[in-house]
């Protein structure tokens, strides 16, 4: 199982630093509603997470993703195409930032948080964890990893679950910030917020360019084997 843990770890975090979702959570956060649609776009994030990884599992496993041989050229096959296509977002991230002063650009519905229920918030973040292309392609190479390890049903569910976790902290951390904090965390979140606005497209070029390359890697070496 140290093995499924260990080669999720780093793509975990990869998308635990997910700009654009931090920023939503503080968003929601400081408005009115932010003790409820805060934490629930926590859930939301935390169930599209655990959700796109258990259903990669259920396909890949009983499709044949390790024997005795090692993994299946075609596991090898699939994390060369999700790498692949994390450095396309990569070129597509970095053609997309902001020039010189120019303000970066946040999506128009983002004025309109103030306003969001709980459920609305619930699904936002099933969606960033769920659907941004990001985190869907890291997560799932991380269940691809967990797959090819050979580890049992229970292990996988262990080494999902960890994965979960780690990959929620950049989410959970603002939420945590403002419970401890109460009304003092206004100007943490605030701080924390316009510095992601900022730097989010380099932070994203950043992230699948070494993901995207770590998948390849191992891609390349799996099916050179």
């Avoid at 649609?37 to 939301?44: D, R």
Wanted: proline share 5%; glycine share 14%; hydrophobic share 55%.
């Amino acid at each position: 199982m140290g093995i499924a843990i260990g080669g999720t770890l780093p793509l975990a975090v990869g998308v635990a630093i997910s700009p654009l979702a931090v920023i939503t959570v503080i968003l929601l956060l400081v408005t009115p509603r932010g003790g409820v649609t805060g934490p629930a776009f926590l859930v939301g994030w935390l169930l599209g997470l655990a959700a796109v990884a258990t259903v990669v599992l259920l396909v890949v496993e009983p499709a044949g993703a390790s024997s005795a041989d090692g993994p299946a050229t075609w596991v090898g096959t699939l994390q060369l195409v999700v790498g692949l296509a994390l450095l396309a977002v990569a070129v597509q991230q970095w053609r997309a930032r902001p020039r010189g002063d120019d303000e970066p650009d946040t999506p128009k519905w983002m004025d309109a948080v103030d306003a969001f229920t709980a459920g609305r918030a619930l699904a936002l973040g099933a969606v960033f964890s769920g659907v941004k292309p990001k985190n869907l392609l890291l997560t799932v190479g991380a269940a691809s990893l967990i797959a090819e390890s050979g580890v049992g049903a229970g292990q996988a569910a262990l080494a999902l679950g960890i994965y979960v976790g780690i990959a929620s902290i950049g989410i959970a951390g603002p939420v945590v910030i403002y419970v401890v904090l109460g009304t003092g965390a206004r100007t943490v979140l605030e701080e924390i917020k316009s510095w992601m606005i900022r730097h989010n497209a380099a932070i994203m070029t950043v992230l699948c360019v070494v993901f995207g390359t770590v998948l390849i890697g191992d891609a390349i070496g799996g099916l050179g084997t």
